[in-house]
């Protein structure tokens, strides 16, 4: 199935109408690729039929599955082991002492795909802080665009290669059970993290307090002035030494100069100056 020029535009703008996703020019394989799919699942024998279907209906639900479909969502447990050391060590630690007295702390997964970045928030607190969460209140928001990953991270079903991809032998014994040939997550992991729909390009419909926000692997799919524009909220979010993280390839520098790096081995996060 191929797109001509102009409804690859429509496609385009589209998407970065409502996503704010850059797709540009060389990136029509893409766009076929992942809309063949959403064209046949819906019954259309063609892109063509399929945009012509989105041009003619303006908005709806077929808008928001392609969308969805035009959204990269890799993602793995404890992605880039070097940071989830530096929450174990240090980051996680720290924030324990600082928020002592309020015994409460708060994380969002800004862009939680399919939910393993907040699953191995959970099991990690479970884990090695086991004190704190009996006895603190302990608040993890996790939110995404695009609801098929919502759909899938609150339902905490994984396959085999899925948990194959990251996570330590103990933790699946611990935290997950099989069934069939999918592996579920426990009800203790999925009763901690709660799941919304957030748009970031949108205005969110709260504003939470936190302390670490995890805005990973995202960024990188927008303009600057977009990124500029959301790293203004996340300072906004987060609370006096709270720690914004970000993926291993996207940073502060040169777009949002509020934000003080700091380095914990080979971890690096964002705070606000
Ligand atoms: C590559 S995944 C990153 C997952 C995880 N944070 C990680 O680093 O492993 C990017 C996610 O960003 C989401 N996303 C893209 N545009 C978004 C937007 N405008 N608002 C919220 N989420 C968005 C996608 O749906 C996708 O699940």
Known sequence: MTLTRADADYVRDLV????????????????ESRLAPVARKNGLGSLE????????????????????AMTTNETTFFRDVGLWQALEDKILPDLFSRRAAQKSATFWSAACSSGQEPYSLAMMLVDRFPQIVRTWNIRILAT???????????????????????????????????TGAMWQVSDRLREMVEFRA??????WPFVPEVDVLFMRNVLIYFDLGTKREILGRCRKSLRTGGHLILGTSETTLNIDESFQRTVHGPATTYRPK
Not at 159 to 175: C, D, F, I, K
Not at 198 to 203: D, W, Y
């Open 16 to 31: 970065r109408e409502r996503s704010a996703i850059v797709l540009d020019g060389s990136k029509d394989y893409l766009i």
């Open 49 to 68: 039929e399929l945009v012509f279907r989105l041009r003619r209906e303006r908005s709806g639900p077929l808008h928001d599955l392609v969308v969805d």
């Open 144 to 178: 995404d665009l695009s609801s098929e990953m919502l759909g899938r991270a609150a339902a905490g079903r994984y396959t085999q290669l899925e948990v194959n991809r990251g996570m330590p032998a103990r933790s699946l014994v611990t935290h997950f059970r099989r």
């Open 198 to 203: 957030i748009n970031l390009v949108r205005p």
